[in-house]
């Protein structure tokens, strides 16, 4: 069991942001809070204690979790510390701007043991050009201070893809990030989705060409090469570790199809075959944050999930998962090199690849 808890928070609106995320609800923070531990209370005692189960990771994602003062969250812990297993992995999103080392101390005191710092970049104009609020010098000491506080993990995002990126440009980023006391590092190409600051650009202007991004798949090929030859592998397509250790186990969780709590506004859990929604809007949630919408999943789709994600990642697919008809598919593409079994298990070579291979399996 696994639980995710949405902090909807931000100091600022980034430009490609599509989470659900606001930037004018301060006030609604310590309301935000208690709302959220009736849930919590709720899924604890109904989905873990009635079920005799373990909580084998945490994450506090966003919105910021750094915008939320550290003392909010001293009761969440406290709640959740009697369902965790040994040594389970807590992790904790942050915004270099408003993740004090006063913060980090108190969260890493809480019980968090890795942090993820949304960076993006290192270059200033790069993140003005993003909607950032931080600027690199504050993302470097960001790092810096969580080393020093004593954090097993820390995650540094990179994004990609922007306009006006260059393998150079890209190159100068990791380098920066590689000569930090990270452990993991998270490099994504940038989309633009529909609601953000830059799809309404996009749909404005009606061109062809992205004034936004660019899409060049050699250049994914380029970073993720650099990436591992500086010795972080890639075990997803876009989630790179020092070692084994290091992978995020939380997402792992996901890719294996486990079974998650989704505790906040906008949030999603994922309990006896069904997904489960809170309210996105921080009132309603606010006014009753036991409600959320239930969408159940069958066996098709849950077939049809776990081979995407699967074959996005170095966890595989269960040989057992496919039908005849899509082991010979298999073996196909076995012979064009681009899958291989072991272990009773389907992996993908190439994560770039991962929908195309699972689409043709299962069309």
Request: hydrophobic fraction near 35%; aromatic fraction near 14%; proline fraction near 2%.
């Amino acid at each position: 069991m696994l639980l995710y808890i949405h902090i909807p928070f931000c100091d600022s609106k980034c430009f490609y942001c599509a989470f659900n995320s606001y930037t004018d609800r301060f006030h609604l923070k310590h309301e935000y809070m208690n709302a959220l531990k009736k849930q919590l209370k709720y899924n604890l005692d109904n989905y873990v204690l009635k079920r005799d189960k373990k909580i084998e990771t945490v994450f506090i994602g966003g919105g910021t979790p750094s915008t939320i003062k550290a003392f909010e969250y001293e009761e969440i812990f406290s709640m959740i510390k009697p369902f965790l297993e040994k040594n389970a992995e807590i992790t904790t999103e942050a915004n270099p701007n408003s993740a004090s080392f006063e913060w980090l101390q108190t969260m890493k005191d809480f019980g968090v043991n890795r942090v993820s710092f949304g960076v993006q970049s290192f270059e200033n104009n790069k993140l003005k050009f993003l909607g950032r609020s931080h600027n690199s010098n504050s993302a470097i000491k960001a790092i810096q201070n969580a080393n020093s506080i004593g954090f097993k993990g820390i995650n540094c995002d990179i994004i990609y893809g922007v306009k006006g990126d260059t393998i150079e440009t890209i190159k100068s980023d990791l380098d920066i990030a590689f000569s930090l006391p990270i452990t993991h590092l998270s490099a994504y190409s940038l989309t633009i989705e529909e609601g953000t600051k830059f799809f309404l650009q996009e749909s404005a202007k009606h061109k062809n060409r992205s004034s936004v991004k660019i899409d060049d798949e050699e250049l994914s090929y380029e970073i993720f090469d650099y990436i591992n030859k500086k010795g972080f592998h890639q075990y997803e397509i876009s989630n790179f570790a020092k070692n084994k250790e290091s992978e995020s186990k939380h997402n792992y969780g996901y890719w294996q199809h486990k079974e998650y709590l989704g505790v906040g506004a906008g949030a999603v859990g994922y309990i006896n075959s069904q997904r489960e929604y809170p309210s996105k809007s921080i009132e309603e949630y606010i006014n009753d944050p036991l409600f959320f919408e239930v969408e159940e999943i069958d066996d098709e789709d849950v077939k049809t999930e776990k081979i995407l994600l699967g074959f996005r990642c170095s966890n595989g697919v269960e040989l057992t998962l496919f039908e005849e008809n899509e082991k010979e598919k298999i073996d196909e593409l076995i012979q064009y090199d681009k899958l291989y079994i072991e272990n009773e298990k389907v992996f993908n070579k190439n994560f770039l690849l991962a929908d195309e291979l699972a689409l043709y399996i299962l069309d």
